[in-house]
C-alpha cells in the first residue's frame, strides 16, 4: 500500500528550500555580498572621519588629509565594484 507516491511508513523526501544550491555558489554569495558590505562601511567610515577632522582644519589639510580621503573612498568603490562582480558572475553562472 502506498500514500502519495510512496510507501507506508517511509518518511517524504524534505529538501532544501530554495533547492539544490551548491556550496560553490553559496560561497560565491556570500563572499561578493561580504565585499560589498565592506565597501560600503568603508565608505561611510572615510566620510565619518571627514567630518571628524574638519574641526582641525588646518592641521588636517597640512598632512594631505582630503586626498587620504579620496583615495579611501576610491579603493572602497574598487571594492564594491568587484563585490557586485562577483555576485553577477556567481547568479549568471549559477544552477539553471
Known amino acids: ?10 518518511l517524504p523526501r524534505v529538501g532544501p528550500i530554495l533547492g539544490p544550491v551548491n556550496l560553490h555558489l ?3 554569495l556570500i563572499l561578493g555580498g561580504l565585499a560589498v558590505l565592506v565597501g560600503v562601511a568603508w565608505i561611510f567610515g572615510a566620510l ?5 577632522r ?9 598632512t594631505g588629509g582630503i586626498v587620504y580621503t579620496i583615495f579611501q573612498i576610491g579603493c572602497a568603490g574598487l571594492l564594491i565594484v568587484a563585490g557586485l562582480a ?3 558572475l ?4 549559477g544552477p539553471p
Open 86 to 88: 562577483i555576485l553577477g
Open 54 to 62: 574638519a574641526d582641525t582644519a588646518p592641521t588636517y589639510a597640512a
Open 26 to 28: 553559496l560561497g560565491g
Open 1 to 10: 500500500m502506498e500514500t502519495a507516491g510512496r510507501p507506508i511508513g517511509s
Open 90 to 93: 556567481m547568479l549568471a553562472g
Open 48 to 52: 565619518r572621519r571627514r567630518r571628524e
